[in-house]
């Protein structure tokens, strides 16, 4: 699954948040699983 | 993360995006942080370093931007000086913060010349807009260097802006304000760029105050369009929202009125705008009622912080503004319009203080304290002012007076040095003004102490009148006689054509106290 650009990503273990600088095709993980798009 | 970042990730997410719209010329997101990379590698190579000071004297023009996030990627700090300074003023601030180097616009450029002989640490003087013999040219300055980014060593905690207070109180106090103060204020209440949201936010409020750097640091976070205007004119504001379509725009009280009270106010199209904040002085009740029915699109946001905070730290938010529900739940939003600055912001705790140091309960009056991570650590080298600024433990002594009601809204009730004290009795110049500015013919008013041999002081009505009225010194205080307690209501009355204001529309009662403070 791509990450897509100017999105924030979350963990919903940890609540860590990333923001998109540059988009690629690989999937953001942290703490062992994959993040999801911030609603 | 520091501000630099901000800059970064919104080139990134929206490189394309106007950053900046001025006079007709616009700058995208990856140009300004372009630009800023080569102003900083010109700036690099003129020997500037870490944590050395740089000032900028012009007024809000993307040069100014340019210059921060340069300076700010340099991990130097930029100093704005309040392009309204005397001499005597500019070089106090610029030798205290012993800037080396100085940014002028073109109609400083004579005054920056008449004080370079008594500034030793200047070493070199830009110019922004012409090519003068003794100075650098600012736009041959960034087109001799490369755009590579600078990546310096800075930290959180680390000083970026030097900004001097507005003095309407005495000399100018430098406060450092750092990284991490912006960051956790902008962090906590700004959505990021985003590719799929645009936002266009019209800025008037000067760059040389922190109102104006935390919008402009604020917009850039989240990748909206700056429309900059080099200062505020009634006209010319209404016909920026209409053609770039803004969305956003910070007033002080003064310019809000006017914007309202323009005879033209119905020939723009102003429904683009969703939010206003306002703030910096306070807003009389009649203004923000008739710019809510006004204007009912717009969400209001009543944001009061000053520099020492480095940004907001109350905020009285737009569902404050929805004056609905029970007759009790509306007097009480009435009452919170009328003089409340809203609740503390998350990060920030802020209590009633009294004259012992004893925290107050609700509805008392004492000085309005807080404390939080974005609040400054001192004045910039001035120990005996930064010991004077703070309690015993550590609460930062904001210098207005105010009191608290049982749901954390805090209302103020004037400068500690504003309030007048008539026979042992606090009186709040606000209350007395409020009452003034219901007078159907009075435009604006300010009230100041005057001594007394009875009552040690006694209130003064300074009153401009609205265009073509005439009143009584009697009239006038009998309406306030039927407005206020009777210790209260002031007992002389001066007319004059205008308040005296500082840029951001601050009445000057300093000035006021000078002319008019005779008994």
Redesign the interface.
């Known amino acids: 699954m791509a990450n897509e ?4 990503y979350i963990c919903k273990k940890c609540n860590s948040e990333f ?1 998109v ?2 988009a690629g095709n690989g999937t953001l993980s942290c703490c062992g699983q994959p993040m999801e798009i911030k609603k | 993360m520091n501000t630099t970042d901000f800059l970064s990730i919104s080139a990134a997410i929206c490189p394309d995006r106007d950053a900046i719209v001025f006079e007709g010329k616009r700058i995208t997101y990856s140009q300004l942080s372009q630009r800023a990379n080569k102003l900083a590698n010109a700036l690099s190579k003129l020997g500037i370093k870490q944590g050395d000071r740089l000032a900028m004297l012009q007024v809000n023009c993307p040069e100014c931007l340019e210059t921060y996030f340069a300076v700010a990627r340099l991990g130097a700090i930029y100093v704005p000086l309040n392009f309204r300074a005397k001499e005597e003023e500019l070089s106090y601030m610029c030798n205290h913060a012993e800037a080396k180097v100085l940014f002028a616009g073109k109609r400083y450029l004579d005054l920056v010349r008449s004080i370079l002989p008594n500034l030793p640490s200047v070493k070199t003087c830009i110019s922004i807009d012409d090519k003068v013999a003794d100075m650098q040219l600012y736009s041959e300055l960034v087109n001799s260097a490369p755009d590579d980014e600078i990546v310096a060593d800075i930290g959180d905690e680390d000083v970026t802006i030097l900004m001097y207070t507005a003095g309407t109180t005495g000399r100018p106090k430098g406060v450092p304000l750092r990284h991490s103060g912006f960051v956790s204020y902008v962090l906590d209440n700004v959505e990021p760029a985003s590719p799929d949201m645009e936002e266009r936010n019209l800025l008037t409020v000067p760059l040389y105050h922190v109102a104006g750097i935390q919008a402009m640091l604020a917009a850039i976070y989240g990748g909206r369009t700056l429309v900059i205007m080099r200062q505020f004119e009634v006209n010319e504001w209404m016909k920026a929202v209409q053609q770039e379509h803004a969305t956003r725009a910070m007033l002080v009280p003064t310019m809000l009125k006017q914007v309202i009270d323009n005879p033209d106010f119905s020939k723009y199209d102003l429904s683009s705008l969703h939010v206003i904040t306002y703030g910096a002085s306070p807003m009389p009740f009649e203004v923000i009622t008739k710019a809510m029915k006004m204007l009912p699109w717009v969400r209001f946001i009543n944001a009061f912080g000053q520099t020492e905070t480095a940004s907001t730290i109350t905020a009285l938010g737009p569902e404050d503004h929805i004056i609905e529900g029970t007759e009790e739940e509306k007097q009480k939003k009435l009452k919170r319009l009328g003089s409340s600055i809203g609740k503390p912001l998350p990060d920030v705790e802020v209590k009633i203080l009294g004259e012992n140091g004893e925290t107050l309960p609700p509805g008392e009056i004492g000085d309005i304290v807080a404390k939080g991570p974005r609040i400054m650590s001192g004045y910039w080298q001035d120990e005996e002012k930064t010991k004077k600024a703070f309690t015993p433990d550590g609460w930062l002594i904001t210098s207005d007076r105010g009191w608290m009601d049982e749901d954390g809204y805090v209302f103020l009730a004037g400068r500690g040095d504003d309030m007048i004290i008539r026979g042992g009795e606090n009186i709040s110049p606000e209350e007395v003004e409020n009452a003034l500015y219901s007078h159907p013919k009075v435009e604006e008013a300010a009230v100041i102490a005057v001594p007394d041999s009875e009552w040690g002081q006694i209130p003064k009505a300074i009153v401009v009148l609205k265009k073509g009225e005439t009143a009584t010194e009697a009239e006038i205080m009998e309406h306030c006689r039927a407005k206020l307690a009777s210790f209260k209501r002031p007992r002389s009355v001066v007319f004059i054509d205008e308040l005296p204001r500082n840029t951001l529309g601050k009445v000057l009662r300093k000035q006021l106290r000078e002319t008019y403070g005779q008994a």
């Open positions: 650009m100017g999105k924030r923001i600088t540059k």
